[in-house]
């Protein structure tokens, strides 16, 4: 090959992306990553070439082999405040490519030494409910300045600024970490800020997760009282001498024009203390323990795009109403023109409207609400800083005749790089995907919360354990989970406990519970990042937690292994459970728990064996196959029938292969699709089995069922949401009622994650695109089109670049097209094929769907399963006047008939009626019902 035919991409660091210089990284030997593009179907890499530069020192080292993600770093380790320049290029069969682009990495404060700054808090001024301070000092620079960084991190939140300017766009740094054991400090470039001669260096302080509410019971200030300034600025002129201004006894405090600020309430703003003379007041140098100072392992806060207001109207009680026709997460900015002196401005935030007002009772007691005092400029910007909330909808007083092009909505997030896309012919499932994106990225701000508006906002340990295989499809969340997961391993308890929500704000109450499926993340979400990123080495860094983890598990399950009786969530929000009570779903606790003791078992088994320990591997393999016994032993009859007969445990327990004979599964498989059939095909599941249900009634060969469960849009499903304006993912099936009234129960919000865990199955199956080894470094193409679609697609960009899937139907059958990046191989599965393996290119394929031979049904299932004659039948009777709820009513009346003859349908009906409303076969009713089973081996030949 020719150098032409292959290019490397900008080479990565760990899991921080290249944007100009990647800085402030935690470690001299990060690992390199890159991509390859070629237009050569027959390249394979073969070696590859690292150059890196140092100091103005270049060194190449050669790798040999196919390797091209998370390569160890080539040399030697860097130190602190180093910078390394790499390049990359690559060999197919000895022939080279040009150098990739140029990555520069540059390493932050790696050892505790390294620090020479002391946190500072304001004597006198920065009370709880005082103004918030900034903390500032002048200093001056005796030369030109060629190179300066500012090594900072608070307790509260910051934004710094050098000489008046902020240090960078990211916002509510330092972010929310297990603060007593992880702190994490930001590296910030200020070359350009820092001038020769005087200077000025300043922090704003504000309450955010360290100080501010905290959690829905109320805590406050739960890590402290203190808000605290670290900042080591650190500035070398072209002399060659390095000036280092601290944080110590020299710098000053002072109000600001910041009154009041809260994550969950608000922020106040008084612009008038602009104008007036803030003294300032000495600082007190605390205690600081360095060794608690981490760098960053993923990306930081930043705004994150802007949307325009789409509609600003009068509501029925008067309000100015602003929709920014779209859920998110961040805060308003808007422009105040000709409002005079001392009037205040006020900004509501909610999520949606109810009665046409806006719709804040889901916020429980945080007050979402931002206030200025105006200065009486005739035009000033006014937009909050050390504040978040979840929003569509706001309320605005204090600006009379609002203008649209005045005001828009700020998006706020952590700044993730998509990685995963999706597309069909069915609009409402391409809606669904995109509230699924926008629930990922609302809820994952520096962490992975439940959601992010009202007075929680917490990283529980469920919602991410169930929705992990999305969101990593979705977006490159490996640094975010990284950081993550290294604060569940700070925060777990000393016998393996794992508190409910990570991390844990509810130090000073009474130890959480142990809970499957919500502890259970400690094993399975760094199982997930490790098959979609291929990262042996966090998958190493988290085994103590893992093991830690299941034999706490085995422990509370005894000899018998069974985990049975204590606390447990559940199958949470299964749409059963009543509103007050939503850990009250049918699915029994001690087989929910006992299934999740068995695949985490199975899981630390798997990991142990990735890593080479294959006496651990072997220890928790026969662990996980004693617990599965005992499960099945337990709960389960010899012909397949599970204990509770829910949906969720006959998911578990076939998509986690936990039945032991093909009996067992053959019943399991056909005892849930008959449970989906008597549901009317709505939602019967909550946070447990929701991610899974598809998948079991794929893999137990009712595919055709597990279609009509997603197209569903009646309450509950998946698309009801969506039938109903929803743009995110609500935490309940029917956070709002079809009246467009909230849902009555406390809990309730419209931007939750877990229940969009269907998109992954949507990605792989529908779609046809699945990873099959760690990092995609295999993929399964086998698209399953449901017969309501036409076409559908998906992409991911994969650690070797993007992989794409698309299959659209044509006369006869379906066409797939595929495109595989090197370092990629392909086992694609179509209906008139054998498997077989492609590799590195474009690729297309036309595969015959054979149509299915016309049958007339002989059993009322099969009536059911012919969709276009069911639905007739029940659209007959529906309009007949006898089953006025619809699909649904039916159902449940015929499902004790499900064996009978086709032909006993109406039968099947009619003896649940009333006796006055029988009648019989010469019914005109009865007759049209006969004509339609009668005529079903049309219907489907059709």
Avoid at 23 to 38: A, D, H, K, Q, Y
Avoid at 218 to 224: K, S
Wanted: include cysteine; glycine fraction near 8%.
């Amino acid at each position: 090959m020719t150098a032409s035919v292959a290019r490397v991409e900008r080479p990565r660091f760990d899991h921080r992306e290249p944007v100009g210089r990647v800085l402030g990284v935690g470690t001299g030997t990060p690992r390199l990553s890159w991509r390859i593009e070629t237009d050569n179907a027959q390249f394979s890499q073969t070696k590859a070439q690292i150059e890196v530069t140092t100091h103005g020192s270049v060194a190449t080292y050669l790798v040999e082999g196919d390797q091209q993600v998370l390569v160890p770093w080539p040399g030697e380790p860097l130190l602190s405040r180093q910078s390394a320049t790499v390049r990359v290029r690559v060999a197919s069969e000895g022939s080279w490519s040009d150098f990739s682009p140029a990555a520069t990495v540059e390493t932050g404060l790696l050892r505790h030494s390294d620090w020479t700054a002391a946190f500072v808090s304001p004597e006198s001024i920065a009370g709880l409910d005082e103004p918030a301070p900034q903390v500032r000092r002048t200093f001056e620079i005796p030369g030109e300045v060629a190179h300066a960084r500012l090594y900072a991190t608070a307790h509260g939140i910051f934004a710094a600024t050098v000489n008046g300017r902020e240090v960078d766009e990211t916002v509510l740094a330092p972010g929310w970490t297990a603060y007593e054991a992880r702190l994490r400090y930001h590296t910030y470039d200020v070359t350009s800020l820092v001038q020769e001669g005087m200077n000025e260096i300043a922090a704003v302080l504000g309450n955010g997760w360290y100080r501010g509410y905290l959690g829905y019971m109320g805590g406050r200030a739960i890590y402290g009282d203190r808000l605290a300034f670290l900042g080591q600025l650190e500035v070398t002129t072209t002399d060659g001498r390095v000036h280092i201004v601290n944080t110590d006894s020299s710098w000053s405090a002072r109000e600001t024009v910041i009154v009041a600020d809260d994550l969950y309430n608000g922020q106040a703003t008084d612009l008038r203390r602009a104008h007036m003379a803030m003294p300032d007041c000495a600082v007190e140098v605390l205690d600081t323990d360095h060794s608690v100072l981490v760098a960053p392992d993923g990306p930081a806060m930043a705004r994150t795009g802007v949307r325009p207001a789409q509609r600003v109207w009068t509501s029925p009680c008067g309000a100015t109403l602003v929709d920014f026709g779209q859920n998110a997460v961040g805060w308003v900015r808007l422009t105040a023109r000709g409002v005079g002196e001392g009037t205040e401005v006020v900004v509501r935030h909610a999520e949606v409207l109810e009665n046409d007002e806006l719709g804040t009772r889901p916020l429980r007691s945080a007050a979402a609400t931002d206030r200025w005092v105006l200065d009486g400029r005739d035009s000033v910007e006014l937009e909050p800083t050390l504040t978040l909330h979840g929003f569509r909808y706001a309320q605005v007083d204090g600006i009379p005749d609002l203008r649209a092009e005045d005001i828009e909505m700020v998006v706020v997030g952590t700044q993730l790089e998509r990685t995963g896309w999706f597309d069909s012919s069915h609009e409402l499932l391409n809606r669904l995907h995109e509230n699924v994106v926008w629930s990922t990225r609302s809820n994952f701000v520096d962490l992975p919360t439940d959601c992010p508006q009202r007075d929680e906002r917490l990283g529980w340990t469920g919602d991410i354990q169930v929705f992990g295989p999305t969101a990593m499809f979705l977006f490159d969340l490996s640094g975010l989970l990284t950081n993550w997961l290294a604060d569940l391993s700070a925060e777990q308890l000393p016998d393996g406990t794992v508190p409910h929500v990570i991390p844990n704000c509810f130090l000073d109450g009474p130890r959480d519970p142990d809970a499957a499926a919500w502890g259970d993340a400690a094993t399975i979400v760094p199982w997930t990042v490790y098959e979609r990123t291929g990262d042996v080495a966090l998958l190493a860094r988290q085994l103590p937690s893992m093991r830690a983890w299941v034999d706490r598990e085995a422990h509370l399950a005894g000899d018998d292994l069974l985990w049975t009786g204590g606390f447990q969530f559940g199958d949470w929000l299964d749409p059963t459970a009543p509103p007050e009570a939503p850990g009250a779903g049918k699915a029994a606790a001690e087989v929910v728990a006992t299934a999740h003791f068995a695949r985490s078992a199975w899981i630390v088994s798997q990991a142990l064996a990735v890593v080479g320990d294959r006496a651990g591997a072997a220890r928790y393999g026969d662990l996980a196959e004693n617990v599965r016994r005992a499960w099945v032993n337990a709960y389960v009859t010899p012909s397949g029938r599970i204990v509770s007969e829910a949906q969720t445990v006959y998911a578990l327990a076939i998509a986690w292969d936990l039945l032991s004979t093909d009996i067992q599964r053959a019943g399991a498989g056909e005892q849930l699709a008959d449970l989906v059939r008597a549901s009317g095909f709505r939602i019967a599941t909550g946070f447990v089995g929701t991610p899974l249900i598809c998948d079991a009634l794929t893999k137990a060969g009712h595919v055709d069922l597990a279609h009509r469960l997603l197209l569903q849009t009646a309450c509950p499903s998946w698309l009801y949401p969506v039938s109903m304006g929803a743009t995110t993912v609500w935490e309940r099936w029917d956070s709002m009622l079809p009246d467009g009234s909230i849902n009555p129960g406390e809990m309730t919000s419209f931007n939750h994650y877990a229940l969009g865990a269907v998109a992954d199955w949507m990605q792989r199956s529908i779609a046809g695109l699945a990873p099959a080894a760690p990092g995609y470094r295999r993929v399964h193409i086998a698209p399953v089109p449901p017969q309501a679609l036409d076409h559908a697609s998906a992409r991911h960009l994969s650690p070797y670049g993007e992989i794409s899937v698309a299959w659209k139907r044509e006369a006869g059958g379906i066409t797939v097209s595929v495109h595989v990046p090197p370092g990629v191989e392909a086992d694609i599965a179509l209906p008139d094929r054998p498997l077989f393996t492609v590799g590195a290119g474009d690729h297309s394929w036309r595969s015959t769907v054979a149509a299915s031979a016309p049958a007339a049904p002989e059993t009322i299932r099969d009536l059911i399963d012919l969709e276009p004659a069911w639905l007739r039948v029940v659209a007959a009777t529906t309009r007949g006047g006898i089953s006025p709820d619809g699909e649904e009513q039916v159902l449940g009346w015929v499902r004790d008939y499900l064996d009978f003859p086709a032909s006993f349908v109406m039968e099947a009906i009619v003896q649940q009626l009333h006796p006055h409303d029988r009648f019989g076969p010469d019914h005109p009713l009865y007759r049209e019902v006969m004509a339609i089973v009668e005529g079903a081996a049309e219907q489907r030949a059709a």
